[in-house]
């Protein structure tokens, strides 16, 4: 061990020469001719993924290979002469998580010398904008919204990350759709930082079992348990979308989900931007079939009125009760923080993925993420925003089992075995879309949006809501 | 206090520089040197690692004794000058600061959202009247003009009279401490923690499961069904509205209460003696006497009530026909980062209380009488 | 002799009347803080299980209240998490004692400032003629609905450019500021009522208007000081935008309230924490408010507030 770092040392030194001589005038000239950034590590030792091609389900295994041969990290893509240089970066995350972050950058700053410093306040959405007006933003922002990113963007708070990140590396180090969604306005607005499953469905596994279910692997199957559940005289769904200021997002999950599989990915892109109209019959056909299982009273625990007033992270607890006052829960992999203390993944609770309504679409993953953005242009922010493009950078938290690292070089290894689950689903998902609502303009994807689930759960018109969806897209 | 300057009144400035030049020189001096101090800690404060509760100390000492010292320092220099220019300038020395901090921090700002309340998204692109227009005919702006009056209405009412009936009652109480501390405690409260507090009276669980919301654990005690009772219109609105009146009632009754300590004991001791009965005592001699502080306290919920903002946004999101004003404003501005409409929305607000500015220049006017 | 006692008798029917209408009053004011009072001993599984109310319906329970969310708020959550070399590390999250004394530090300049300033303000306005004086009482009227959120860009930028981002004195000035239509509106109608006659004999004997302002005016309004008082210290101790924005999130400067929506988590998971909070926090402006409760006393002013 000793003897590999002192070589890593003297390679570091040599490194450092040649980037000091690129990285002295980065911020007077953005787009030099030769990046600065070497993303091929080329003088050392094949550190990063092998191969660059970003096809989907193959991608985690290559990686593994080579985190085995490498063992280490390596550090030498990084330069050390900002020792003692501040970053700020800002986030919705907080608590554990935020100690996390800070962490995950320790061993970074341990080897470059610059210092990250994380704040979380779960207001980022506003004060980043009120300080990105102010002209007081912090140095990095992890943004959890694409759609207000991309209000940024066009703001110009935003560095475009492609003036310093070389376009390879970037490509190696993610999968295309990922970069598509980091693509705003023909720019790199950031690099994704990590990222959440949505399709899940959770049930009780001992009462599950005992009952005789199976584990639905088609939509009709799941609509064919939920009936069966019925005539066991048990409730099969507990939904709640009850969550104070952003009240409806559950509801929104659900029709994109659904969205994903019942039309085409292309349809999808063309709905988040606004191209597709939510009065045309795709996305009405979507809040129908929702409605088959929503506004059926024998499907949902307490039927609408419990939809609309509990709040989502209660929504869960009936599968706890014994007996369970219902069976299944559709929700995102954070939900686990809300569970009771003692209920364990996997022998207590488990999930299955949310299953395909048509072939045709494969098995489509509905996801979120944060992706860190970069407001202050300066040579040290540059060196953290390209520590953030690897895997390595999130595996502090990927091990406390807190998120899923989106970069290829990140290791399955790495996970507690249910994370490990989400990541996997993840990684063989046929096609990965964003969460919609996040992606939309802030008044529909955090306004009519939320407020037409809650109009549609209380019992107005579906034309009527879908109308003024539209209506209130900014045009 | 008497002015030396008076005395002798010297002809014109120059002049008077001349006479006056030692003076000058100090009344020039101490406002340097104070500032010059005072920026000087400034920079310690800022820099300083000295440990926490010793920054904390400084700062408060520095900051407190930095406003007192610039009006016993400007109003020092004002009196050095000639009576004639004492008279013009001192009225500022006493106004003068709370105008410019007003200026800066909320007439400025006011001014920059007309503006910006005649543009578009990105404050770019003039659209006219387009904003206002959009806030007369959206259909969720027409819901938060009609609550807000029912806010202003209710809410307000009903926090004066529970404010008055318990500052009445508690000034005739051996428990008035007590009482007071009891009512003012949400106050005390913060918004979130209210939020918490008031989930735990309107939470729904479905029938069958143990209630554990306070009201539904009534309803289903008396054998009725549970209800959803933040999604019930329009009388949702109500229940809302109760937070406020259970929040800023705390606030009218320390406020009459001060002014009930002053309504003369001799005055209602007289009342008493020549029979009236307390009701009458209260209508015809208490409430003429605090009638001033009265309608401050009104004034002042009321308003509070036209910016109603926490409330909504923290138990109902604005949903279910709840939505008001302030709610409004803040989502278009933060949430749907549309400037133009949200400035636009906050001039509506500043024009709905016109009544009320010209309600108080008309008292202001009747004590200068 | 009969007449005593009807009288000793109205009395005390009064009496039960005053103290039965205020004992009714303060227990619906009280019990929905008291059940959050009780919840904040209880477990989270616990709050959302059964009703607060159950250790009285069922007093067996009472034993399941406990301490545990008081010790999460006041030394810290502690976090547990898997190490890189495998072995599970547990840390102490943030306790509350470095924002206790940030919040101290902001709330006690931004109270006594803008008292300060506006009652300067509210006797110029009341005792003092100058040009102006109209227009510029009706912007402190019109200024009190203005939303302090359109304020934020606008001053940011402003101290953006004058260095003076995250320092106490941003946030001093930013509360002086948002809270000084208030003050000024509720000072000026309390000093404008001072009898006439007081001033105009002081200003006979030869006083300036600075004199009688602080020797006169400041000690006879001390209610209307003391109750404005109240109000700003609550509104920059709950605050939680105006702190966030000037002063922001670093743990070095970061108040109370940041401290505690913190530790509700990412997702809000933790929620049940925010009732020990409420009470936690709580207990500062109730100190506050009993130590001023004094003001309020009968006679201050007797007999000289004109009718």
Same mark, same amino acid.
């Given at each position: 061990m000793r003897t590999k770092i002192l070589v890593l040392l003297t390679v570091l030194m040599t490194m450092s020469f040649v980037l000091s001589a690129c990285a002295s005038a980065p911020t007077a000239a953005p787009k030099p001719t030769n990046t600065p950034v070497p993303a091929e590590p080329t003088a050392t030792t094949a550190a990063a993924a092998a191969e660059p091609t970003a096809t989907t389900a193959t991608a985690a295994e290559p990686t593994k290979e080579t985190k085995v041969e490498a063992g280490k990290f390596d550090w030498t893509v990084f330069s050390t002469e900002f020792k003692g240089k501040k970053v700020s970066a800002s986030g919705p995350a907080v608590d554990q998580q935020a100690m996390l972050i800070n962490k995950s950058f320790e061993e970074f700053e341990k080897y470059t010398g610059i210092e990250v410093d994380y704040e979380g306040t779960r207001d980022f959405e506003t004060l980043v904008l009120v300080q990105s007006e102010g002209k007081a933003a912090p140095d990095l922002g992890y943004f959890a919204q694409p759609g207000l990113l991309k209000n940024m963007v066009k703001k110009s708070f935003v560095v475009d990350l492609s003036t310093f990140l070389d376009k390879e590396h970037l490509k190696k180090q993610y999968k295309q759709s990922w970069l598509d969604l980091a693509m705003m306005d023909g720019k790199v607005a950031g690099v994704w930082h990590n990222a959440d499953v949505k399709s899940l469905v959770w049930y009780p596994v001992p009462e599950f079992e005992k009952a005789g279910y199976k584990v639905p692997q088609t939509w009709e199957e799941m609509i064919a348990l939920s009936d069966k559940m019925v005539k066991d005289g048990n409730t099969p769904w507990c939904i709640g979308i009850e969550s104070s200021g952003a009240t409806g997002w559950v509801g929104t999950d659900w029709i994109e989900d659904i969205m994903l599989r019942t039309t085409s990915p292309e349809n999808y892109d063309k709905w988040t931007n606004g191209q597709l109209k939510f009065e045309s019959p795709e996305v009405k056909n979507a809040f129908q079939v929702m409605s088959k299982i929503w506004l059926n009273p024998d499907y949902v625990y307490g039927g609408t009125t419990a939809i609309l007033t509990t709040p989502f992270g209660d929504s869960p607890t009936p599968l706890f009760d014994n007996p369970p006052k219902c069976f299944l829960h559709r929700q995102a992999s954070f939900i686990t923080n809300f569970f009771p203390k003692d209920a364990k993944v996997g022998t207590d609770v488990n999930y299955f993925y949310l299953p395909p309504i048509d072939a045709k679409y494969g098995k489509p993953v509905l996801g979120s993420g944060a992706l860190v953005a970069m407001m202050n242009d300066r040579p040290e922010v540059r060196e953290v925003m390209k520590w953030l493009t690897y895997g390595e950078s999130g595996r502090v938290e990927a091990e406390a089992g807190v998120q899923i690292a989106p970069q290829n070089d990140a290791s399955l290894d790495w996970y507690p075995p249910a994370q490990r689950g989400f990541a996997e689903i993840l990684m063989n998902a046929d096609t990965f879309r964003f969460d919609g609502s996040d992606l939309m303009p802030g008044a529909v994807g955090a306004g009519a949006f939320w407020t037409g689930m809650v109009d549609y759960v209380n019992g107005q018109g579906l034309d009527e809501i879908l109308k003024s969806i539209d209506a209130a897209w900014p045009k | 206090m008497v002015h030396g300057s008076?005395?002798?009144?010297?002809?014109?400035?120059?002049?008077?520089?001349?006479?006056?030049?030692?003076?000058?020189?100090?009344?020039?001096?101490?406002p340097i040197v104070t500032f010059v101090v005072m920026w000087q800690v400034f920079i310690w404060l800022r820099d300083s690692h000295a440990s926490k509760p010793i920054i904390a100390i400084v700062a408060i000492i520095w900051g407190v004794g930095g406003v007192a010292l610039l009006f016993v320092v400007s109003n020092w220099v004002v009196e050095q000058l000639p009576m004639k220019w004492m008279k013009v300038l001192q009225p500022y020395v006493f106004v003068g600061p709370a105008l410019a901090i007003l200026a800066w921090y909320l007439a400025i700002p006011t001014v920059r959202s007309l503006i910006l309340s005649f543009y578009d998204a990105s404050g770019i692109n003039f659209i006219g009247l387009d904003n206002y227009v959009f806030a007369f005919t959206d259909k969720a702006m027409l819901e938060s003009f009609r609550n807000n009056i029912l806010w202003m209405v209710v809410g307000t009412s009903l926090s004066v009279i529970f404010g008055l009936l318990i500052a009445v009652l508690a000034d005739r109480s051996k428990f008035e401490t007590i009482a007071k501390s009891l009512i003012f405690l949400p106050m005390a409260i913060s918004f979130v923690g209210a939020g918490v507090i008031w989930r735990f009276v309107y939470f729904y669980k479905p029938p069958g499961q143990e209630q554990i919301g306070l009201l539904n654990a009534i309803v289903t005690a008396f054998g009725g069904q549970p209800l959803g009772w933040l999604t019930i219109r329009p009388w949702n609105n109500f229940l809302l509205i109760i937070i406020l009146i259970w929040l800023q009632t705390g606030f009218a009754m320390v406020l009459l209460s001060a002014a009930l300590k002053g309504v003369p004991g001799e005055l209602m001791e007289a009342a008493r003696i020549d029979g009236a009965t307390e009701i009458q005592i209260f209508f015809w001699i208490i409430i003429p006497c605090i009638q001033g502080t009265i309608v401050t306290v009104s004034t002042t919920i009321l308003i509070a009530t036209l910016k109603i903002f926490d409330i909504v946004f923290v138990m109902t999101n604005g949903l279910y026909g709840t939505e008001v004003m302030a709610s409004q404003q803040y989502k278009q501005m933060f949430k749907f980062q549309h400037f133009g409409r949200g400035s636009a929305v906050a001039i509506i607000l500043l024009i709905a209380v016109i009544p009320v500015m010209i309600y108080n220049l008309k008292q202001f006017r009747q004590r200068e009488a | 002799m009969g007449n005593a006692n009807s009288l000793r008798q109205q009395r005390l029917i009064s009496d039960i009347l005053v103290n039965g209408g205020l004992f009714l009053l303060c227990f619906i004011w009280t019990v929905p803080t008291f059940g959050v009072f009780v919840s904040s001993f209880r477990t989270r599984d616990d709050i959302s299980q059964t009703g607060w109310w159950t250790i009285f319906t069922n007093p067996a329970t009472i034993t399941t209240l406990n301490l545990e969310n008081y010790n999460n708020v006041l030394t810290g959550k502690e976090y547990v998490y898997k190490s890189p070399s495998g072995d599970e590390r547990r840390e102490k999250g943030p306790n509350l004692s470095q924002s206790f004394m940030n919040s101290l530090t902001v709330v006690i300049p931004a109270t006594v400032i803008p008292i300060l300033i506006a009652a300067f303000a509210a006797y110029g306005f009341a005792w003092m003629r100058f040009p102006g004086r109209k227009m510029f009482f009706v912007m402190v009227v019109a200024l009190l609905v203005v939303p302090l959120q359109i304020a934020l860009i606008p001053v940011l930028r402003d101290y953006t450019k004058l260095g003076l981002n995250g320092t106490f004195l941003a946030i001093w000035l930013a509360h002086t500021g948002f809270g000084l239509p208030l003050a000024t509106y509720l000072l000026f109608n309390y000093i404008s009522q001072l009898p006439r006659d007081i001033i105009e004999s002081a200003f006979i004997d030869g006083a300036s208007h600075f004199t009688i302002f602080i020797r006169l005016i400041l000690p006879l309004s001390t209610p209307a000081l003391a109750s404005f008082a109240i109000f700003q210290f609550l509104w920059v101790w709950n605050d939680l935008l105006v702190a966030l924005v000037f002063l922001g999130s670093k743990p070095d400067v970061s108040v109370l309230q940041q401290q505690l929506q913190n530790l509700v988590g990412t997702k809000g998971q933790d929620w049940h &924490?925010?009732?020990?909070?409420?009470?936690?926090?709580? @207990? *500062?402006? &109730?100190?506050?408010?009993?130590?001023?409760?004094?003001? @309020? *006393?009968?006679?201050?002013?007797?007999?000289?507030?004109?009718?």
């Open positions: - | 008076e005395k002798e009144q010297p002809h014109g400035p120059l002049e008077w520089i001349m006479a006056n030049g030692g003076r000058f020189a100090i009344s020039l001096f101490v | &924490l925010l009732t020990a909070g409420a009470f936690i926090t709580m @207990f *500062v402006p &109730l100190v506050v408010f009993f130590s001023l409760q004094r003001y @309020f *006393v009968r006679g201050l002013l007797a007999g000289s507030v004109k009718g």
